[in-house]
């Protein structure tokens, strides 16, 4: 038996893959392998033999390729500088972080210095600090405390209940929807915008991430706005600034002192701001905090009430209440030192102590106290449950004191309070949804998880279920507790200018007054440090084009001129200093951001695209629908007119975006408006190749028919209905041998043949008739001008050429082989069906088994993709996958596995993974025989061809003595013929030429039996051959009872010599297995870990 020397290879260079997105390059190999010298390229086991460090091979040179090491991926080897081994595209997932916040989009290529770079911290953070907390932080905030008792007093607490259950609900199923889109991938930062415009593009990514810039911004204004009116209401009256001369002037004086206010707030948070955003995160925890302690306290103070109510008299004038800030005594006299004294009441309602001086309803009704707390055991509840919807201008009344009716002074309006704008529930629900947004917050955050798929949908469904409780049960508990008057006093006018909510809370109002204020700033600062940041992401993406100075900032990436930008919007909805008014602006905005996360949810749900395979798996198309319908009728319910504003400003942005639509192409009415439509999605399509996350395989199907134009094996068109589940493109071709002109009636025949079997099998798609003269001419001119435009096929699905070793045509192999090497040659994906006609068929269903996939190089991913897509259909629904990689010596097959599961994670594929060791052994004396066989056997049919080829010309020769037509060769196609025999064509037979042929034929092939059996086999086919021996034998060990083996297709010989060789290789790679399917990349990415 022959002895192979088993040399190193010279490092190659670093391959396309090496760029791979977000991942960098970790070796494997043992650290006791690793050489001293770190400019060593070559390295020792300790033995004295060498090894390489590069899992690429030199294709420069073909005796070093001969000798290379690794004899068990000796097929493979050839291909290993675009196909690297799994074990080398591991490694670079080792050190895999998500892409930080500002940083270029991931799709773009990392720069070839990134060795050089400290590496990034690994991300830490889990569900409860990293998504709950953050996303009750963004959730709570003003409306909680300066609102909602409003809002409870003027709806009731039935209506209320429905407003805020209503608003719970859209954000609920939103939160739904984007759980599933953040756990389809890594979403980088930018949130929704990221979210949206992978999904449904630039065009809605741009107006839906601008309307939540926007909502954003609008947000900040409202907390600033918030904290102001905290400031000056309830915390520092006298710091007001502009003071009403008359009381009626005090509405106005407020609006004033809070644009100056909310400016000067601006300002200083944008500073801070832009001094450092780690200033602002270090901060969060305290506001977060306080607004936890401050809805604590209140809880203890609804149980305290049941006890013992905190004492907040109601001043009442009849029915009417009284602003209790403006006078001491609740009372129309007062005793002092026996003497009866008018009061500071008195002195309001009357110009003398005279009583026919005074305001007729102040004379003719009575000045009582009510409780302002009566408590939860008080049964204040009942009245609280309808709605007192009110103008502007009224008066608050408890309708259940008795009260005279009479006309009193206008000028004595003041005195009470009164309602300041006029209610609605329409207007109410616009007021409170800002209250229910934030729900983002925990996927901005997805690169300092340490688990996003996990942590997102836990933390951010937790925290939206935790706050519903909080809000639907403070509306019953503010109903229960609180008098009606009380709840509608906005202000606190009734209580002594004390918050509303204040006056429940436990141990002082102090606790509630400082905790909002706080948690209010802090949410006001987080809306200026994150709408910038998306401005950044919106500008750096350059799909608006005149937004490209906003991605520019300072050195370490701070969005410098953004900030600017968000100040100046801010500063406008400060200067409507209505709390009440710039509510319902960012509601809109919030909403139609949300009602574009729900649609993208559905619509890639329902078109299911390859690359939507989210790990939250409790979602529904159904539910994503309910909630876009929700938030758009949320919109016009809030405000018709700030909706249409919304979708108007949206709508624009998408035409510029757009630029350009389709033009108006009618024609014939429906059919009219489709060419159009077809035509500018195609045009659409022929505008750059697609993205990874939206490839999926679109077939060209390559049949053969026999004599009577049937179908040889229709089960390649199940096959494809089974992978395409009706999605996509599928193009059923074939071809028939002959002359256009002569056979076009035959390919209509054939045409219609394959439609029929195509409907049978429930394909649809479309079928491709070519005539050529030659079989593979016509093929590869079908792969090259099949399709239009945009819509072409990147995947080959082609028969194996059974019974070729029978056959002493070579056609049939060659005709394969050329049709692998076009597909290569075209980047285009190939699928061999081995054993076809075991396939199942539409109606079979496998009720249990596994599709295994034997991993061996890396080629784009397709072996990844194919099972999922098949699972996707009933009859391969509740099979199982396994995927089987295989480790050399020199890999650390434990830490494969492990980063192999980890892989598999991140592209969100359910699969049982094994590392199957394959350690170097000599090659059998089995081995080696069958190499030689299979030599000997190519040698005798070669020879055996030659020998009838010649028979076949001498007849013909003679035949045609007159004629100068070309001999028709039954095996050899027409180039091959002109090849070998170049002098071929002769009108007779001399002497001279009869001799010349005889020693030609003699000298190429052996003179005797014995001269084929010395032959030696070529060492290069030995190891070839000890690779498909050692590879089967594993796949069959594991998966002899497989329901379908998936296995990468070695590409074939660079040598046409060796064609022959190379399908006998394929044989014994296969040998033993029922089902296989034989898969080739494209050289393309088809799968990605991200969204």
């Not at 639907?472 to 906005?490: P, Q």
């Amino acid at each position: 038996m022959h002895q192979f020397t088993v040399v190193p290879v010279e490092e190659q260079h670093p391959s396309d893959y090496d760029t791979l997105e977000g991942v960098a390059w970790v070796d494997y190999r043992e650290r006791r392998h690793c050489s001293q010298d770190p400019n060593d390229t070559v390295s020792s086991d300790g033995h004295g033999y060498h090894k390489e460090d590069s899992p690429f091979l030199n294709n420069t040179d073909t005796s070093k390729r001969n000798e290379y090491y690794d004899r068990n991926l000796a097929l493979f080897e050839e291909e290993l500088d675009i196909r690297p081994k799994v074990s080398s595209l591991l490694s670079r997932l080792a050190n895999y972080t998500n892409i930080t916040q500002g940083a270029k989009e991931h799709e773009e290529a990392e720069s070839a210095d990134i060795s050089k770079k400290k590496p990034p911290k690994s991300p830490s953070m889990g569900t409860l600090m990293g998504v709950y907390l953050p996303c009750l932080q963004n959730i709570f905030g003003v409306i909680l405390f300066l609102r909602l008792t409003w809002l409870v007093g003027i709806a009731g607490v039935l209506q209320s209940f429905c407003i805020v259950f209503m608003c719970c609900c859209c954000t609920m199923l939103t939160a739904i929807s984007m759980s599933a889109i953040a756990t389809n991938g890594v979403v980088p930062a930018g949130g929704s915008y990221f979210m949206i415009s992978r999904s449904l593009g630039p065009e809605f990514g741009g107006a839906v991430g601008l309307c939540f810039y926007l909502g954003t911004t609008f947000a900040g204004a409202m907390y600033i706005l918030g904290a102001i009116e905290i400031l000056l209401a309830y915390i520092a009256p006298k710091a007001a600034i502009f003071k009403p001369v008359e009381l009626h002037e005090e509405s106005t004086a407020m609006l004033n002192n809070m644009r100056i206010y909310g400016t000067v707030f601006l300002i200083f948070m944008c500073l801070v701001v832009f001094i450092g955003v780690k200033y602002v995160n270090k901060f969060a925890s305290l506001f977060l905090a306080c607004v936890i302690i401050s809805i604590l306290s209140i809880y203890v103070g609804v149980i305290k009430s049941a006890v013992h109510p905190p004492e907040f008299k109601i001043c009442m004038l009849g029915n009417r209440t009284l602003s209790r800030n403006l006078f001491d005594v609740c009372g129309k006299t007062t005793v002092e030192n026996n003497t009866v004294m008018t009061t500071k009441l008195w002195d309001m309602f009357c110009t003398k102590n005279l009583t026919d001086s005074c305001d007729e309803y102040f004379v003719r009704n009575n000045v009582t106290e009510i409780q302002g707390i009566p408590g939860v055991a008080s049964g204040i509840i009942k009245e609280n449950l309808w709605s007192n919807y009110m103008d502007k201008g009224d008066v608050l009344e408890k309708h259940a004191l008795h009260s005279i009716a009479a006309a009193g002074s206008r000028k004595n309006l003041p005195v009470y309070v009164f309602a300041d704008i006029t209610t609605t529930f329409t207007m109410l629900v616009g007021i409170f949804f800002p209250s229910v947004t934030g729900i983002m917050a925990g996927s901005n955050r997805s690169g300092d998880l340490k688990d996003a798929q996990k942590s997102i949908p836990v933390g951010t469904i937790m925290a939206i279920a935790t706050t519903s409780l909080i809000y639907l049960s403070s509306v019953v508990l503010f109903g229960a507790c609180i008098e009606n008057v009380v709840l509608r006093d906005k202000y606190g006018d009734a209580v002594r200018k004390n918050l509303v909510v204040g006056t429940l809370a436990w141990p002082s109002p102090w606790v509630i007054v400082i905790g909002s204020f706080f948690s209010t700033c802090g949410a006001g600062l987080q809306s200026l440090t994150g709408a910038p940041r998306l401005l950044q992401a919106i500008a750096k993406d350059n799909i608006i084009p005149f937004l490209r100075v906003f991605g520019n900032g300072k050195v370490n990436g701070e969005p410098t001129w953004a900030l600017l930008l968000t100040a100046i919007i801010a500063e406008l909805g400060i200067l409507i200093a209505s709390l009440d008014m710039v509510a319902p602006i960012l509601s809109m905005f919030f909403l139609m951001c949300y009602l574009f996360v729900n649609l993208a949810c559905a619509v890639q749900t329902l078109l299911r695209t390859p690359n939507w395979r989210p790990r939250f798996k409790y979602y529904h198309w159904a539910l994503s629908f309910l909630g876009m319908s929700m938030c758009l009728a949320l919109m016009f319910i809030s405000s018709w007119y700030y909706a249409l504003v919304a979708m108007v400003i949206a709508g624009m942005i998408y035409k510029y975006i757009e630029y350009q639509g389709a033009e108006k192409e009618w024609g014939d009415g429906i059919r009219g408006l489709s060419l159009s439509a077809a035509r500018y999605a195609l045009l659409r399509l022929e505008e750059g190749p697609p993205h990874t996350k939206n490839w999926r395989p679109q077939l060209l199907v390559m049949l053969k028919l026999d004599e009577d134009l049937h179908v040889k094996h229709p089960r390649l068109l199940t096959f494809a209905s089974q992978l395409k589940a009706g999605k996509g493109l599928t193009i059923v071709g074939t071809i028939i041998q002959g002359n256009f002109l002569e056979n076009y009636g035959e390919a209509q025949a054939a045409e219609q043949t394959i439609k029929n079997m195509m409907a049978i099998e429930k394909v649809k798609g479309f079928c491709q008739i070519v005539v050529s003269s030659k079989v593979r001419d016509g093929i590869a001119h079908l792969i090259q001008s099949c399709g239009l435009g945009g819509m072409k096929h990147n995947t080959v699905v082609m028969g194996w050429p059974y019974g070729w070793r029978q056959s002493e045509d070579p056609r049939a192999w060659k005709t394969f082989i050329d049709t692998v090497r076009v597909t290569t040659a075209g980047h285009l994906a190939l699928l061999v069906p081995k054993n076809v006609s075991f396939y199942p068929s539409n109606h079979e269903r496998f009720t249990e088994g596994n599709i295994d996939v034997w991993w061996i190089v890396h080629d784009g991913g397709m072996l990844m993709l194919l099972p999922f897509l098949l699972r996707q259909h009933k009859v391969w629904k509740k099979c199982k996958m396994r995927i089987f990689t295989v480790a050399q010596m020199d890999d650390n097959s434990i830490q494969m596995k492990k980063d192999l599961a980890t892989f598999l994670y991140h592209l969100r594929i359910e699969a049982e993974v094994e590392v199957v060791e394959m350690h170097g052994s000599d090659i059998s004396a089995y081995t080696y025989e069958r190499t030689l066989m299979m030599e000997q056997r190519s040698q005798m049919l070669r020879q055996m061809r030659l020998s009838k080829t010649e028979r076949e010309r001498e007849a013909q020769l003679i035949k045609d003595r007159n004629s100068l037509i070309h001999p028709v060769n039954v095996y050899v196609d027409e180039e091959e013929e002109l090849h070998i025999y170049p002098e071929k064509i002769q009108m007779t037979w001399t002497k001279e030429k009869c001799e010349s042929e005889r020693s030609r034929s003699g000298a190429n092939t052996p003179n005797s039996f014995r001269e084929l059996i010395s032959i030696k086999p070529d060492q290069s086919n030995v190891r070839r051959m000890h690779t498909a021996v050692k590879l089967n034998e594993v796949i069959v060990n594991r998966s002899h009872d497989s329901r379908l083996v998936l296995l990468n297709m070695p590409g074939p010989p660079k040598n046409q010599d060796g064609d022959e060789n190379y399908m006998e290789f394929l044989e014994v790679l296969t040998e033993g297995l029922e089902r296989v399917l034989l898969v080739r990349g494209g050289g393309s990415e088809v799968i990605t870990i991200y969204s």
